[in-house]
């Protein structure tokens, strides 16, 4: 079983630097894998209201601790706010929704899964979610597809910094200037569609000659490349094979210059996800 290292989160969360992605894993199958996973050594599971599937996350939970026994605290439940509940006490209604669905006593990363800049309820969500973790409904607080500008208004009114800021990244779309930004306020950077879904990434010459120099898949090479960049990568599989391969990257380390190659690929987003135009209900 792979053993899938940590980082510190600004919170003192001691969180994975690679978890499972959930979209579309849905009913007894999608159970089935996300079971799968965590008897791989997985830690981090990665849902969203907007993916209709916060019952059978928690349901896998329940069932990781009566047939591996996983213990609760051992595993970091995310899920995210949809932008229809923006405001402060719709999204405290919403994570009381998300808990009920889930069917556990806490959330463990809740993020603003998008900006929505047009609706202006981003700042009263974040009080919101502030809120939520001094309550202890919520663990870890933190945003999804935030720029910068936006992330140093949520510090700048609230003085609260978001612990993450999960994002499209991948070597088409390695986001430099944001992950430094990240870095400078202890920000721990999520990377969404860490493998360009729906790409030819996979087959790009650099990374087959990348991954046959150190005796791995191309996809293992790409997410070796997002955990020494300093992101957490959260491919999704629903195969137990795959995720077994998937998270064994941390017995390997790819050099300077070929991290360095692999941003190289650099084209700009694949998808119409610009956070100050894109905005999700």
Known sequence: MPTISTVTLNDGTSFPELGLGTYNLRDAEGIDAIVAAISSGYRLLDSAVNYNNEPEV????????????VARDELIVTTKLPGRDHGYDSTMASAEQSLAALGLEK???????WPNPSV?????????????????????????????????????????????????LHPYFPQ??????????SIRTESWSPLARRSELLSEAVIGEIAAAHDVTPTQAVLRWHVQLGSTPIPKSADPARQVENADVFEFALTDDEVQAISALERGRLWDGDPNHHEEM
């Open 58 to 69: 928690g349901a896998a939970v329940r069932r990781a601790g009566d047939e591996l026994g």
């Open 107 to 113: 959330i463990d990363l809740y993020l603003i899964h």
């Open 120 to 168: 202006g309820k981003f700042l009263e969500t974040w009080q919101a979610m502030i809120a939520l973790r001094e309550g202890g409904l919520v663990g870890s607080i933190g945003v999804s597809n935030f720029t910068e500008q936006m992330l140093t208004r949520l510090i700048d009114e609230t003085g609260v910094t978001p612990a993450v800021n999960q994002v499209e």
């Open 176 to 185: 430099a200037q944001l992950r430094a930004f990240h870095r400078e306020h």
